[in-house]
């Protein structure tokens, strides 16, 4: 089965601009889940979707962030107006059953740099 | 608030050898997840071993296995027969159990090198 897919890899835009991350997730995973890890610091949870529905955004920075799972298939984060401290690694993760049962698979991640 | 601590940013060690990383947390609650994750240079992040907080028994996957000590909030990680494809990115990482609302809290990391 294919992985969890996420595009682009790598991201550099300037300060202002608008960025879109984009994952695919395991057919068939209803779970869905963002992370970022700011360079150097700890990975952090940003929100988690069951199918289309956000189950949890507690983690959502601010309100620049928007993140969409239309169909409950594929999941975009934008980032909208993009500031320096966004810069970061942005993990996208599904699993099958939510919870603890079923393990996290992970994408390879976006890498964000804004200047 | 939950925390986890790698207190070990990088580490190195010989092919072969044995390696311990350290990770320590806290929390007030009883029921919870502990986690080892790796993630390979350039590659996804990947589930090394987990441990639920109610067993007293460590948990092991073969060279893996961690020292899991409740009181002392501490979740170690052992290595042991190291091997180059042990090279990596190692996160440690908690959750409480919430009822299908779980999401994990990571450590900083730490960068394992095996040395041919």
């Given at each position: 089965e294919a992985g969890v897919t996420q595009f682009p890899s790598h991201s550099v835009i300037e300060k202002g601009q608008t960025v879109t991350l984009r994952c695919d997730p395991?057919?068939?995973?209803?779970n869905l889940y963002w992370y970022r890890r700011v360079m150097g610091k700890e990975i952090k949870f940003l929100l988690h979707f069951v199918k289309e529905s956000k189950?949890?955004?507690?983690?959502?920075?601010?309100?620049?962030f928007l993140a969409e799972r239309t169909g409950g298939t594929y999941s975009t984060l934008k980032v909208q107006?993009?500031?320096?401290?966004?810069?970061g690694v942005y993990f996208c993760a599904s699993s099958?059953?939510?919870?603890?049962v079923s393990p996290l698979h992970f994408g390879n991640g976006t890498r964000l740099t804004v200047t | 608030a939950q925390t986890v601590t790698q207190s070990q940013p990088e580490m190195s060690v010989q092919e072969a050898e044995t390696v311990t990383l350290s990770c320590t947390y806290d929390t007030s609650e009883n029921n919870y997840y502990l986690f080892w994750y790796k993630q390979p240079p350039s590659r996804q992040m990947i589930l090394v071993i987990r441990q639920e907080a109610y067993k007293q028994q460590n948990a092991t996957e073969n060279r893996f296995s961690v020292n899991f000590q409740k009181a002392a909030k501490s979740f170690s990680l052992k290595i042991s027969?190291?091997?180059?494809?042990?090279t990596a990115m190692y996160f440690c990482a908690f959750t409480l159990l919430?009822?299908?609302?779980e999401k994990l809290t990571f450590g900083t990391g730490t960068r394992l090198t095996i040395i041919p």
């Open positions: 395991i057919s068939g995973h209803d189950q949890d955004e507690s983690g959502m920075p601010n309100n620049r107006p993009a500031e320096l401290e966004d810069s099958q059953e939510t919870g603890v | 027969d190291s091997q180059l494809g042990d919430n009822f299908g609302n």
